[in-house]
């Protein structure tokens, strides 16, 4: 029996598997029983009624997908008196996910939401689709460490930061939201992307710029996730690109705890029950009894030496 | 709770029976399939998961509306028109291939208890999409009317079996003309001179849409248009596929995969 417990902070996970946010709602539990899951992620909400942006919203390159949803959102109350209380009759974690224009929007909106059912806030501070340009906080360290801080001051509930790969700076970003008071971090979002369709000559997104998901990003985070592992002790969340088993236990043995099942799922609504099988099969064949035993043990000590440059003379 | 008695959408492999040219662009698809997977109201749809051809790759699955389908036959057909990436590498399945398919999806048309008499009017392969309406319908003994428009006779699709299903087959096209929606208005409004329409029903033209609003508007008779949009999930969750409907004063963005593809024609707006 392989034990496939994961704690992320005093929260405990029946398994590592959840689904990425806007990727999963409740229509999901008509293709199979979302309980199983590890943790329930809902859509991103903002206080403010957001129609979201121009059609069409998604495209797919290769085996990837660009999407400008841009977080169409049915405000605070909605969420409270329609989404929430269909995940109370699970027994699975439920963490809220949550957008604002500036810090004090951040912290507005999780004062609101921290209410009983809300397991936890995943700070939506890396979406690209809402800001001009795909701007976003996490690009930076210190608008990420205001925002976090900020909605720090205001809830007690675990805060999740979720970063993204569009930016230089990604340790210096993850060691702020620590700094700051982030409970875990999710590494990562969507990679700033376009498309243009060369009969029409127009971008083939209605918002022109969009975020990439899908296992073309999955080596980029697996590296951001092997990087933050280094400099932060908050649990890692992986995110991006995940499509099956292999790619959980890479995602683990780079230093995440758990991880976060998107763009695949659109691909196959069961996905995220292969995997489970896919991990608990690995485990047994590969002798490991706990899940959590693998979380960062990529072997990276022994690496051969750098072939330094060598002057040439000429 | 229970949970399981909540699943009703299905991802299953399905065997390709046959998947023939019908005319010079549009295909028809049968597969065989679990029945588990076939409880299928008419509008409903499936999300197909396209193969990869000559180096093409389809990534995200494409919507298909249900052209027939039979439990007790465990089979399941698609007609469609060649227009892209995706039902290219659809036309390329061979007998025997196993293709994946995610299913029934949506919310289908409604057959209210008390219609007696119903008109289905659609373009090309709009008709494709009725076409399980209209089996429902005689089944149900409802009186039939059906107008089938096209470019010209040979795009007329599904004739042969609207015809074992109702014997008020009307087929106009643009080549004669008759497809105008001139002609349209003026065919629907002697229609309803001589029997009651309790409802009308249509799919895939923009301009019969207009017609509908209208004719629907005027003599208070509600109506069902099944429509299409671009979709990534297929269930509901990634709220790609929204269009904007007219609710009242309001307009409302609703997602096609999950709140349709099945609308009110008084809702749905014209693109």
Redesign the interface.
């Known amino acids: 029996m392989v034990d496939l417990k994961t704690n992320i902070g005093d929260i405990i996970l029946k398994n590592p598997i959840m689904p990425a946010s806007?990727?999963?709602?409740e229509?999901?539990?008509?293709?199979?029983?979302?309980?199983l899951l590890g943790a329930h992620v809902a859509?991103t909400i903002t206080a403010e009624i957001r129609?979201?942006n121009a059609?069409?919203?998604?495209s797919?390159?290769?085996?990837?997908?660009l999407?400008s949803?841009g977080i169409?959102s049915k405000g605070i109350e909605d969420f409270k008196k329609n989404i929430l209380p269909i995940y109370k009759?699970y027994n699975t974690p439920f963490i809220a996910s949550v957008s604002a224009p500036s810090a004090d929007g951040f912290a507005y909106i999780c004062d609101k939401i921290s209410v009983p059912g809300v397991d936890a806030i995943e700070i939506n501070i890396s979406c690209p689709n809402i800001e001009d340009d795909g701007k976003a906080f996490a690009m930076r360290p210190n608008s990420t460490f205001k925002v976090i801080e900020k909605v720090r001051s205001i809830t007690n509930i675990p805060i999740w930061a979720k970063l993204t790969p569009n930016t230089g700076e990604t340790i210096e970003v993850a060691k702020a939201a620590q700094d700051a008071g982030a409970n875990a971090l999710v590494v990562a979002n969507t990679i700033l992307a376009m498309q243009i369709d060369i009969k029409t000559y127009k971008p083939s997104l209605g918002n022109i710029m969009g975020g990439l998901s899908?296992p073309g990003l999955k080596p980029i985070v697996l590296r951001m996730v092997y990087q933050c592992s280094k400099v932060v002790d908050i649990p890692i969340i992986g995110c991006g690109g995940i499509s099956n088993f292999e790619d959980v236990i890479e995602f683990i043995l780079a230093g995440s705890s758990a991880v976060q099942v998107g763009t695949a799922?659109?691909?196959?609504?069961?996905v995220m029950l292969s995997i489970l099988s896919g991990i608990k099969d690995y485990c047994e064949e590969n002798k490991v009894s706990k899940i959590s035993d693998l979380i960062g043990l990529v072997d990276d000590k022994n690496t051969p030496d750098t072939v330094a440059l060598m002057e040439i003379d000429i | 709770m229970d949970n399981k008695s909540r699943i009703k959408i299905y991802e299953v492999d399905t065997e390709v029976i046959s998947n023939n040219y019908i005319s010079n662009d549009y295909k028809h698809l049968v597969l065989r399939a679990p029945s588990r997977a076939l409880d299928i109201v008419p509008g409903q749809f499936f999300h197909l998961q396209c193969p990869t051809f000559e180096g093409s790759i389809s990534f995200l699955r494409r919507p298909m509306s249900v052209y027939q389908f039979s439990k007790k036959e465990k089979q399941i057909e698609f007609l469609y028109k060649l227009h892209g990436k995706g039902t290219r590498a659809i036309s390329n399945l061979k007998k025997n291939n196993i293709f994946n398919i995610v299913g029934p999806l949506g919310k289908g048309f409604v057959i209210e208890e008390n219609y007696k008499n119903i008109v289905l009017i659609a373009r090309g392969v709009g008709l494709a999409t009725l076409a399980p309406l209209g089996n429902l319908a005689f089944e149900k003994g409802i009186n039939l009317t059906v107008i089938c428009s096209a470019r010209s006779k040979e795009h007329l699709m599904s004739i042969d079996l609207f015809n074992s299903l109702s014997n008020k087959v009307i087929t106009v096209t643009d080549n004669d003309g008759s497809s105008s929606m001139f002609n349209l208005e003026l065919l629907i409004n002697n229609l309803m001179s001589s029997q009651s329409v309790d409802a009308f029903f249509t799919c895939g033209s923009n301009r019969i849409l207009k017609l509908l609003k209208k004719v629907c508007g005027l003599n208070n008779i509600p109506g069902q248009i099944a429509l299409e949009q671009q979709m990534a999930c297929g269930i509901g969750m990634c709220f790609c596929c929204v269009r904007p409907f007219e609710i009242g004063d309001k307009i409302i963005q609703k997602r096609v995969c999950n709140e349709g593809p099945v609308f009110r024609i008084s809702e749905a707006l014209p693109w």
């Open positions: 806007g990727t999963f709602s229509d999901l539990a008509s293709v199979f029983d979302i309980d859509k129609s979201g059609t069409p919203r998604v797919e390159s290769g085996y990837n997908m999407n949803i169409p009759e899908g799922t659109f691909i196959n609504p069961n």
